[in-house]
């Protein structure tokens, strides 16, 4: 279980350095931040409906 958490997190961890790299240099900084954020707030949303279920 915890060898696919892992593996989950280092995938979603390379894709999100690679938009961030494509995002800060195409839109610039700002934005970037900003669908991080999004990113975040989306996550924790699927955290707490995953978790109530």
Same mark, same amino acid.
């Given at each position: 279980?915890? @060898? =696919? ?7 979603? !961890? ?7 790299? $494509? /995002?800060?240099? %195409?839109? @610039? =900084? ?7 954020? !999004? ?7 699927? $955290? /707490?409906?995953? %978790?109530?279920?």
């Amino acid at each position: 279980m915890f @060898g =696919v958490l892992g593996s989950a997190h280092a995938a979603t !961890a390379l894709g999100g350095m690679g938009l961030a790299g $494509v /995002l800060g240099g %195409a839109a @610039g =900084v700002v934005p970037a931040l900003c669908v991080h954020a !999004a990113g975040l707030i989306v996550a924790g949303i699927m $955290v /707490l409906t995953c %978790a109530h279920a």
